[in-house]
């Protein structure tokens, strides 16, 4: 492994990778769930896009939480760790996409009605 040297930083090659692909799968994400997954949201898309933006920071944050606590403090694989962390990121991405990001009168109906 060798770092990855940008000129002005310089970071491990799997931070690079992920610096370097982040700007495509954030776009081709936001693209997907506004205009395939969820269409009947009626926010404007700027709203959209920055929720959309405050939920994949928090999966990220989420991702690297739960990898720190299952391999470093619970002594899991990485591999076994990564595994279920992916299942609760998915799940927490699904559901604020879903009653957040791209909010329907439907969702939105079904959080006054539930509380």
Do not use: C, W
Request: glycine share 6%; hydrophobic share 50%.
């Amino acid at each position: 492994m060798q770092i990855v040297d940008f000129g002005f930083f310089a970071v491990s090659p799997h931070i690079a990778a992920f610096l370097l692909v982040f700007p495509i799968t954030f776009t081709t994400g936001f693209l997907l769930a506004k205009y395939v997954t969820f269409t009947a949201s009626e926010l404007q898309g700027k709203i959209q896009l920055f929720r959309y933006g405050v939920t994949v920071s928090g999966a990220i944050l989420l991702n690297y939480f739960f990898l720190k606590l299952f391999v470093e403090y619970f002594g899991m694989y990485a591999t076994l760790s990564k595994g279920i962390t992916t299942v609760i990121v998915v799940i927490y991405s699904y559901v604020l996409q879903r009653y957040f990001s791209f909010k329907t009168e439907e969702t939105a109906t079904a959080e006054k009605i539930a509380g």
